[in-house]
């Protein structure tokens, strides 16, 4: 099966405030900082864009249904572009206050919220940074023979710069033509096997299951890095990088059980848009 992947209203106002020069306005009930009361309401300082920069992860993005044969199997539950957070967040980790991650494990994540699970207070961290560096986006044009799909790199030439007009005969109309042009960015999320750990470990405090470690969708979250100060062990205080006005930008369905896959988990999203190709009919 293919990946679901679907874009949020919110991630597009963001494109189009940063292509045209906008101030940031924050919307009410778009952020996971109000989500999550982690910083909320609170504006990015210095007139900041959020950019993508996180992803989060959730077990909610899909239900169980049985075949004519009585045999189980698992159903993708797809999210809509009015979405603004998962069906059901996970913490990539929860750490008691007196074992939390060092200020250097910590600049992994974002959106941590102090959580009473049983008696005992964990810093649940529910964003992971994604590292942009190095990620470029590739221009390709998609063709379709015979029904088979082909991909080849897209170089625009001195005739994209002087367009001609297609020529439409009496009668006809432009339409489009199934071939597309597409630009495409890879964000790696890859889990190893530490992190594959620390997610189980969530499941064992959260259900004392570890089968209930599971990944069915995953928001890619555009946000403003931002230094605060938060609840440290025994009552101190910390300073910390926060995730400040973030917002999902794509969602994407998946289905991972983590004890299956404890050497890591390839995870990676394919960012960007296609634009359909016009050619002439005749009728």
Do not use: W
Not at 106 to 128: F, T, W
């Amino acid at each position: 099966m293919s990946r679901i992947v679907t874009r949020s209203i919110y991630g597009a106002s963001l494109q189009t405030t940063l292509l045209c020069g906008l101030p940031y306005v924050l919307v009410p009930n778009t952020t996971l900082n109000e989500k999550f009361n982690v910083q909320a309401g609170v504006l990015p300082q210095n007139g900041a864009i959020p950019r993508i920069r996180y992803y989060a992860i959730g077990e909610g993005g899909h239900r169980t249904l049985a075949g004519a044969d009585g045999v189980p199997y698992t159903s993708p539950v797809p999210h809509n572009g009015h979405d603004a957070a998962l069906f059901k967040h996970i913490p990539f980790a929860l750490r008691r206050l007196d074992d939390d991650f060092t200020a250097v494990e910590r600049q992994r994540y974002a959106m941590r919220k102090i959580e009473n699970i049983a008696g005992v207070d964990y810093a649940a961290y529910y964003l992971r940074r994604i590292d942009t560096d190095g990620v470029t986006p590739l221009m390709e044009l998609i063709t379709v023979q015979d029904g088979n799909r082909n991909s080849a790199p897209f170089t625009p030439t001195s005739a994209n710069l002087n367009p001609t007009p297609l020529d439409v005969p009496a009668g006809g109309a432009i339409v489009t033509s199934g071939d597309m042009l597409a630009v495409s960015a890879f964000l790696d999320m890859a889990l190893t096997a530490a992190d594959v750990e620390e997610l189980i470990n969530v499941a064992l405090i959260k259900y004392e299951n570890e089968l209930r470690a599971v990944i069915s969708e995953v928001a890619v979250v555009a946000a403003v890095d931002q230094i605060v100060t938060g609840l440290g062990a025994s009552g101190t205080s910390i300073n910390y990088t926060e995730a400040m006005a973030a917002t999902v930008v794509t969602f994407v369905a998946a289905y991972h059980v983590l004890p299956y896959t404890q050497d890591g988990l390839d995870l990676s999203v394919n960012l960007g848009d296609t634009e359909p190709l016009l050619t002439v009919s005749s009728s």
